[in-house]
Structure formats: structure tokens, C-alpha cells
């Protein structure tokens, strides 16, 4: 540090710095204001992903109602016949060509519908963490 720095510093040591005037309060505001919009942005996303989740299971139960008891007749057709098939298939090979062919047809549309829940639970997962 030169003498004159040193002066300097000796001569203003007891000034008020002009540089601070209002500019911490000024920070401190524009810190609560991002602060208080972030928090209005996250309860929309909240009250967004609530309407969402509300929207799907009324969508589910709609579908449900609609299809529930023929899918639920369906599996019980297929788990009969799957039974069946166990209890008086001559051969091992047979019985196991007829229990294949008995969860093939009614698992089909059982992982379709898992699939679907299974992506749309990823592209939920994906908005949310943005």
C-alpha cells in the first residue's frame, strides 16, 4: 500500500460511505420480494398438481365404473380357466402352453394400463422436479 492510500484512508477513516446509502435495504427488498413470489409459485404448483391428482382419479373411477366389473369378470373367466387347465391337462407341456395363453390374453390389458401409470407417473415426476 503507498503513502497515499494509507492518507487516504487516515483522512476518510471516519466518513460515512456514500456506497451503503439504501443499498442493503434496497437488497433486503428485492430479496423478500423474490422470496414471497417463489412462494406464490410454489402454492400454484400445488394447488396445479392437487387439481391435477383430483382430475385423474375421477378420470380412474369413471373408468373404473365403466369397465371395472368386465375386466374383473374377464380375470376371473381367465383365472377359471387357468385352474382348469392346471387341474386336468394331461401333460406338463400342455398345461403350460394353456396357462400362458390364459395370462397372455387377460395380462394384456393389465400392462398396458400399469404402463400407462408407469409413464405418467415419470412425466409427473420430471414436471415437478423443474
Known amino acids: 500500500m503507498t503513502d497515499f492510500d494509507a492518507l ?16 442493503t435495504v434496497k ?3 428485492a430479496v423478500v420480494r423474490r422470496e414471497a413470489a417463489l412462494k406464490i409459485r410454489n402454492l400454484a404448483q400445488t394447488v396445479g398438481l392437487a387439481a391435477a391428482g383430483a382430475t385423474l382419479l375421477y378420470g380412474g373411477y369413471a373408468v373404473y365404473g ?26 406338463v407341456g400342455a398345461t403350460a402352453q394353456d396357462v400362458l ?3 397372455g390374453t387377460g395380462m ?6 400399469t404402463a400407462a401409470a408407469l409413464a ?3 412425466v409427473l415426476y420430471r414436471t415437478t422436479q423443474d
Open 8 to 23: 487516504l484512508k487516515r483522512s476518510f477513516a471516519e466518513a460515512h460511505e456514500p456506497v451503503d446509502d439504501g443499498f
Open 27 to 29: 437488497i433486503e427488498h
Open 66 to 91: 365403466g369397465f371395472g366389473q368386465e375386466v374383473l369378470g374377464a380375470a376371473g373367466i381367465e383365472l377359471a380357466r387357468a385352474h382348469g387347465a392346471l387341474n386336468s391337462a394331461p401333460t
Open 101 to 103: 395363453q390364459s395370462i
Open 108 to 113: 394384456t390389458q393389465i400392462m398396458l394400463m
Open 120 to 122: 405418467g407417473g415419470a
